[in-house]
């Protein structure tokens, strides 16, 4: 168990449709990022927040959204879902803000747009 | 562009062979950190190893060693004796200090196969 914790760990829904992701960082981690991990694409950087404040900003489509709640929970929110929208989604959390902390990932989740 | 290359897509050993993956990356910084990771079957993310750009030093712990190498801009990981719980995908990352995004950038990954 690394310490953080992604719920839920598989999501199966239809195109069109809005789906929420939840992370819990590994505690006394500040830093929450998301990543997608798709066949075609890699891992890609999506978003990262820092103690509630959105931090940087990767390739995240106009069509998702996330929050870094008080208690340092993160949500990512992926509405108007696609196929191609389909991937793996990781949560990673460090203690810090900046560069070279290094990550701790948690399991993912999997989703599946049909 | 691709900051890091890993130009290994699949590799395919017997156990008990040994095994590098290759890392190449790119970068303008002084100041970096390079990563690995690996991701078994199962799907999770597990760090390896996390080496700055100031420390050269070659590391080793048990099977596993990694050679860095600026001059080449390399960071190179080898496995020695594989085991079939090696069998896993292998990301090489890195994190750039002038990097306004924070990110790691991965490579692409090698995915290593270990036959019994």
């Known amino acids: 168990d690394s310490g953080v914790t992604q719920t839920p760990k598989h999501l199966i829904t239809a195109t069109g449709q809005r789906v929420t992701l939840r992370c819990s960082p590994r505690s006394g981690d500040l830093s929450v990022y998301w990543y997608q991990q798709s066949l075609d694409q890699g891992l890609q950087f999506l978003i990262q927040?820092?103690?509630?404040?959105?931090?940087a900003k990767g390739n995240i489509l106009e069509r998702f959204s996330a929050q870094q709640f008080p208690d340092l929970h993160s949500e990512l929110n992926l509405s108007s879902l696609e196929l191609g929208d389909s991937a793996l989604y990781f949560c990673a959390s460090s203690v810090g803000a900046g560069f070279g902390y290094g990550y701790t990932f948690g399991s993912g989740t999997r989703l599946t747009v049909v | 562009a691709q900051k890091v290359t890993q130009a290994q897509t699949e590799i395919s050993v017997v156990e008990k062979e040994d095994v590098t993956l290759d890392c190449v990356y790119e970068t303008r910084d002084t100041t970096y950190y390079l990563f690995w990771y690996k991701q078994p079957p199962s799907g999770e993310l597990v760090f390896l190893i996390r080496r700055n750009s100031f420390d050269e030093q070659n590391e080793i712990s048990g099977r596993y060693s990694w050679n860095f190498q600026k001059s080449t801009s390399s960071f190179n990981f080898t496995i020695t004796a594989s085991q079939v719980v090696d069998s896993a995908v292998y990301f090489c990352a890195l994190s750039e200090a002038g990097d306004n995004n924070n990110d790691m950038r991965f490579g692409a990954g090698t995915r290593l196969t270990v036959k019994p």
């Open positions: 927040y820092y103690n509630g404040e959105e931090r």
